[in-house]
């Protein structure tokens, strides 16, 4: 049992890492980096600019060989047509400078480029022509070229021959990779969990992978090939809701680095599809197909135009339904309107009936002059009830003054937690986190929700209040609002001096100004009092009273 406890725990601390990044967050989180796609292909585009810079005609073979190749890599995932120019260019050196090493090196890449673009007869030329024994430290390298180049061929193939013969080529290279790679190299493990999935071992696998991926950086191109693999032993396993989310992981990485020669994202679109998810798998769908144009990768154009059309057709019927709901929404909300027509005009019959009741009420009361005692006695009651009415207008303006600090505080502590969770993801503490908060845009909206409530509030509890208060002033100038305003700064102030609110430092934090900003607003308000300003706050005090 004791040695069995290690198993244990590498399988459960990944799980424990990502239990709180459920498919619905990844799912939003994808979405929102879906949306943002071009700012990371404008951050790949100043990456690719910085490199271009650096070549300069004084520059050696050397030098430009090593910025060809840095370019290569830059642009292998993200536009194969320029990876391929600087392939070309990488290998025109190489061969200028008779060095065999580098001449290998940069054939590998471009055959694999080629082999990313659908020229897989050049590939395999350009393969025989430089074989692996040259240069037995690319050895591996080239088992994996030739590996990737014949499952390209076997994904195109169409007859049952040319598949099966692919097939066996591409098990023939994978097992050859094994030899060359270090065991604990992250090669290696890639290949050995496939050929352990394709076991039907994926519980090994998973232990493996699962054990490396917290080590994978955001940054690192890697990241989405573990998160892919992972997803592929999910689906082996006939765990959807892992599969999904390990392929939005992945996804997510690609996206981020600008990866536009990817399958995750399309695997994810068509999972999604299956669920019935048509709106997110048509955007995922159109997205990967986009990409995979703008890379010119003709296998992943190849794969997604066989599904865009399925996806699009489902996409296409969901729209139907919801303009047919929307059809039988308007029917029924113009029948409700009919009624409420027909409903408004008999209150309005019976209202004219009401009317002539209430004049012959009239005349009762005219004839009834011998109840006036009973009538003084009704009024005195209706004084107390008025006197009840005041004091529960007082509670209430002291209830809305403390509501208003405790709105206050809240979107103050909210603005707090966003900061603090702001510095979580800048330390890279991302894994613990559900999506991060990068902005202020809730709490200037919140807020400016909030001074709306509170100017309808006081205003619905003192509506002649800008009015009594212009007369407290020389002139209105403080007075003066701008289109859909209901109050002003200024205005604000005196509102909460008249909810009696009067320290400086509590209307600071509900207005969200300093201290000194709210005492220079009070000074200039007394500035403007038309009457002695020791006596400007006490006059505040009696607006919506009735006393002057």
Not at 29 to 38: F, P, S, V
Not at 102 to 128: F, P, V
Not at 516 to 536: D, L, V, W
Request: aromatic residues 10%; hydrophobic residues 40%.
């Amino acid at each position: 049992m004791n040695r069995l406890l290690p198993f244990f725990f590498v399988l459960l601390f990944p799980a424990l890492l990502f239990a709180q990044e459920n498919s619905a967050s990844l799912l939003r989180e994808l979405d929102q980096t879906i949306e943002n796609h071009q700012f990371y292909s404008n951050q790949k585009e100043h990456t690719i600019d910085s490199l271009k810079q650096l070549l300069k005609p004084a520059l050696s073979d050397l030098q430009k060989q090593k910025v060809y190749g840095q370019l290569y890599e830059e642009y292998r995932v993200y536009k194969s047509d320029s990876a391929l120019v600087f392939a070309r260019k990488s290998m025109q050196i190489a061969i200028r400078l008779n060095d065999p090493k580098r001449s290998d090196q940069a054939a590998l890449n471009l055959a694999s480029i080629m082999g990313t673009l659908g020229m897989y007869k050049e590939a395999t030329d350009i393969l025989t022509k430089n074989p692996g024994n040259r240069s037995p430290e690319l050895k591996g390298s080239y088992y994996v070229v030739n590996r990737v180049l014949y499952g390209y061929m076997y994904d195109y193939a169409t007859s049952i021959y040319e598949k099966e013969k692919y097939a066996t080529l591409t098990q023939k290279y994978r097992d050859s990779t094994l030899q060359y790679f270090p065991k604990q190299s992250r090669q290696h493990l890639i290949i050995q969990a496939e050929l352990l999935i394709e076991k039907g071992q994926e519980d090994q696998a998973l232990q493996q992978l699962l054990s490396i991926f917290p080590t994978i950086s955001l940054s690192d191109p890697d990241r989405a090939v573990f998160a892919y693999i992972i997803s592929h032993a999910y689906h082996q396993k006939k765990d959807r809701d892992s599969e999904k989310k390990w392929l939005a992981i992945s996804a997510i990485s690609d996206l981020k680095l600008a990866k536009k020669e990817n399958i995750s994202l399309r695997n994810l679109a068509f999972l999604l599809y299956e669920e019935g998810d048509i709106d997110r798998a048509y955007k995922y769908i159109q997205r990967s197909l986009e990409d995979a144009l703008f890379c010119n990768a003709r296998l992943r154009t190849y794969e997604i135009s066989k599904m865009m059309p399925i996806i699009s057709e489902a996409y296409e019927h969901q729209n139907q339904t919801n303009q047919r709901q929307l059809w039988l929404f308007l029917v029924s909300v113009s029948l409700l309107t009919v009624i409420l027509l027909i409903v408004l005009i008999l209150l309005f019959k019976q209202m004219k009936k009401l009317k002539i009741a209430q004049k012959d009420l009239n005349n009762a009361n005219s004839q009834l002059s011998e109840l006036n005692i009973a009538l003084q006695a009704i009024n005195l009651k209706l004084k107390e009830t008025n006197s009840t009415l005041t004091e529960a207008n007082l509670v209430k303006e002291i209830y809305i003054g403390k509501y208003m600090d405790q709105c206050s505080d809240y979107i103050g502590k909210l603005e707090g937690y966003r900061r603090k969770l702001n510095v979580m993801a800048t330390a890279g503490k991302m894994n613990n986190l559900i999506s991060a908060i990068k902005s202020k845009q809730f709490i200037e909206a919140e807020l400016k929700e909030f001074y709306t409530n509170f100017d309808k509030t006081f205003l619905l509890l003192f509506p002649d209040f800008i009015n009594e208060f212009e007369g407290l002033l020389i002139d209105t100038e403080l007075t003066q609002l701008k289109d859909g305003e209901f109050l002003n700064t200024e205005l604000r102030i005196v509102a909460l001096i008249r909810l009696d609110i009067k320290d400086s430092a509590k209307i600071a934090i509900f207005l969200r100004y300093s201290v000194s900003t709210i005492y220079n607003y009070r000074s200039q308000i007394k500035n403007k009092a038309a009457g002695p300003r020791e006596e400007f706050e006490a006059n505040v005090m009696r607006i919506g009273t009735g006393i002057k």
